[in-house]
């Protein structure tokens, strides 16, 4: 149980595209969601926890309107990259708690690669 | 502030052996729940075991179990009859109950060798 998938895995886009991730719980309602970014072999950097129903709440340093947050089901949570540029290129991971199971643990997406040009 | 430490940046065994993982973390809280996560070259970050703060008992996963001194807050990670798919990162983290950020540490890159 417990299952997350992000989609794309991975994402080649052109400098001043907008790119979409999407994060599912597929086996249970997750009414928090987060999304993470992560460099070459660095830890998990949080960048915002997304709320069913909610704005997200962002880190400070994230560009709330660069990188858009929108969870508007219990299963399904958003993010997209505005007017990418090459510096937004990284390794983009969610995370979802299940209220229903044990509601303080997180469990992971595969994350998506994103490779700006 | 919340912090985990993970002082071993990377370690190497041999398959078969058994290898502890080191991680410390400081909280002013007492109720709280600590991870280890294991990030395999897939990068699917992947739950290996959890522990409850209060519960003195130290939680096992088959091979894996864990050495949490609540005093000392220190929650490490021995990983017996190592497997060369145990080759991964490992993360030590923890959340205040009742909170929702997971607090990491840096990491370890662990190496298992034929």
């Known amino acids: 149980g417990a299952v997350v998938s992000q989609h794309p895995s991975w994402v080649i886009c052109k400098s001043g595209t907008s790119v979409k991730i999407e994060c599912r719980s597929l086996d249970f309602q997750a009414t928090t969601m987060f999304w993470y970014r992560q460099f070459p072999k660095q830890s998990l950097m949080l960048m915002a926890t997304s709320n069913e129903g909610s704005k997200a709440t962002y880190e400070q340093g994230v560009e709330k309107d660069k990188f858009l947050i929108n969870h508007a089901s219990l299963t399904l949570s958003t993010l997209t990259v505005t007017s990418a540029h090459p510096e937004d290129s990284s390794f983009y991971i969610c995370?979802?708690?299940?209220?229903?199971?044990?509601?303080?643990?997180?469990?992971f997406g595969p994350g998506t690669r994103l490779t700006v040009l | 502030a919340q912090t985990v430490t993970q002082s071993q940046p990377e370690m190497s065994v041999q398959e078969a052996e058994t290898v502890t993982l080191s991680c410390t973390y400081d909280t002013s809280e007492n109720n709280y729940y600590l991870f280890w996560y294991k990030q395999p070259p897939s990068r699917q970050m992947i739950l290996v075991i959890r522990?409850?703060?209060?519960?003195?008992q130290n939680a096992t996963e088959n091979r894996f179990s864990v050495n949490f001194q609540k005093a000392a807050k220190s929650f490490s990670l021995k990983i017996s009859d190592s497997q060369l798919g145990d080759t991964a990162m490992y993360f030590c983290?923890?959340?205040?109950?009742?909170?929702?950020?997971?607090?990491f540490g840096q990491g370890t890159r662990l190496t298992i060798n034929p």
């Open positions: 522990q409850e703060a209060y519960k003195q």
């Open positions: 995370s979802a708690r299940d209220p229903g199971g044990r509601g303080d643990t997180q469990y």
């Open positions: 983290a923890f959340v205040i109950q009742g909170a929702q950020k997971l607090v």
